[in-house]
Every structure is written in structure tokens, then in C-alpha cells.
């Protein structure tokens, strides 16, 4: 399994941004990993998919989408999130996730993000 540490979350006015990390504890491609991305959960809702990527298509939900980009570095075995124009109703705990082709699922810890009126 893969180990996954995120970071980067925090307080923000509306409006501002921020970009969360998600570091892996092994290479992308030896963890034969084919999808990735990023959910969010917020106080008493579901857990929601906010972005990702998959056989190196990339996909948002419909909420963010402009607003947010998921991006990847091989070299650094990291998934990001970069979030701008960020809104109150995107507080919620992040967790990303990777995905192995034999259908392993890795959660990381998860991080706070607080968007402020």
C-alpha cells in the first residue's frame, strides 16, 4: 500500500487560495498506480470527489471546475490541488487518494481547509 501525506490546507479568506500536496511514499509508476485525485468532506455531509486523474485524463466536479486545477509531478511523487477564487462552502477536510491497477485504494490523512466570509 501506499503511504499519502497531505499538506497545505489552512485558514483563507473567501476569495483567496490555496494549494494542497499530497506526497506519496513510493514512485507513482513502480506502484502501478492509474488514478488519482482528491475528495473533500464537510461537517455532516458525504464524503464528495472533487477532482481526478485518471489514465491521464483529468476530471472536476461541477462546483469547482474553474476554480480548481489537480496537477502531478512524477519526479516528486506528488498529487496537488491548486484552489483559487475559494469560497466558504469549499471548508471541508481534503483527502487524496491513489488507485492501483489491481484495485488497491490509498487514503491520505486528510487536511483542514477553512474558508472565511
Known amino acids: 500500500q501506499v503511504q499519502l501525506v497531505e499538506s497545505g490546507g489552512g485558514l483563507v479568506q473567501a476569495g483567496g487560495s490555496l494549494r494542497l500536496s499530497c506526497g506519496a511514499s513510493?514512485?507513482?509508476?513502480?506502484?502501478?498506480?492509474?488514478?488519482m485525485g482528491w475528495y473533500r468532506q464537510a461537517p455532516g455531509k458525504q464524503r464528495e470527489l472533487v477532482a481526478d486523474i485518471t489514465s491521464g485524463s483529468t476530471n472536476y466536479a461541477d462546483s469547482v471546475k474553474g476554480r480548481f486545477t489537480i496537477s502531478r509531478d512524477f519526479g516528486k511523487n506528488t498529487l496537488y490541488l491548486q484552489m483559487n477564487s475559494l469560497k466558504p462552502e469549499d471548508t471541508a477536510v481534503y483527502y487524496c487518494?491513489?488507485?492501483?491497477?489491481?484495485?488497491?485504494?490509498?487514503w491520505g490523512q486528510g487536511t483542514q481547509v477553512t474558508v472565511s466570509s
Open positions: 513510493r514512485s507513482f509508476f513502480s506502484s502501478s498506480i492509474n488514478a
Open positions: 487518494y491513489t488507485d492501483t491497477r489491481s484495485g488497491s485504494r490509498s
